[in-house]
Structures are given as C-alpha cells and as structure tokens.
Nanobody, 115 residues
Framework: QVQLVESGGGLVQPGGSLRLSCVVS????????MGWFRQAPGKERELVAT????????NYIDSVKGRFTISRDNAKNTVYLQMNSLKLEDTAVYYC????????WGRGTPVTVSL
C-alpha cells in the first residue's frame, strides 16, 4: 500500500509563502504523474497542480497560476508545492496523490491564510 506523507503547511499571513512536501512510498514513483490537491472547508477536493513523471511539464488551475510551482525529486520520491503570494482563499488542507488520485489519501497538511 502506497503511503503519502504531506508536510510543510501552517499559518501564514496574506502575501506570505509556504513550501509543501510530500514523500511517496512507491518504488516506481518516477513513472507516475503527480498532483497536489486541496480541500477547503465545506468544499470538494480539487486538483490544484500537476507534474509529469519526468517533471518536464506542469499544469495549474487558473486561480494559482503564477503563484504556485509544483516540482519533484524522483531520487527522493518527493513532490513539492511552492506557494507564494498566498491569499485567504488558499486556505485548505493540501494533499498529494498520483494525478488521477489512484492511491489512498494521506492526512494532508493544513494551510491557513489569515490576517
């Protein structure tokens, strides 16, 4: 069973930055396209950013374009999400998974953007 361990969340003021990490216990991690998802209170989980298996292509939802950057280190089985210029509406629990959400979800890491 693949385990997903997210970290790096916290409380930050608007305009601040956070870097999220997710370690994936899958020996074939490097063949999977990966994604970062988030679920805000009272809302459904949404896909925020994706990255191809080799890291050459990324994609973002419009609301985070230019502010968030997804990256990965296949040698460390880790995917990252650099979040800059955070806004109140970025408050959510953030999760990583394969791009199609194939694995059992981890606990996520909470991000709270507040004055």
């Amino acid at each position: 069973q693949v385990q997903l361990v997210e970290s790096g969340g916290g409380l930050v003021q608007p305009g601040g930055s956070l870097r999220l990490s997710c370690v994936v216990s899958e020996s074939r991690f490097s063949i999977y396209h990966m994604g970062w998802f988030r679920q805000a209170p009272g809302k459904e989980r949404e896909l925020v950013a994706t990255i191809t298996s080799g890291g050459s292509r990324t994609n973002y939802i419009d609301s985070v374009k230019g502010r968030f950057t997804i990256s990965r280190d296949n040698a460390k089985n880790t995917v990252y999400l650099q979040m800059n210029s955070l806004k109140l509406e970025d408050t959510a629990v953030y999760y990583c998974n394969s791009r199609n959400g194939a694995w059992i979800w981890g606990r996520g890491t909470p991000v709270t953007v507040s004055l």
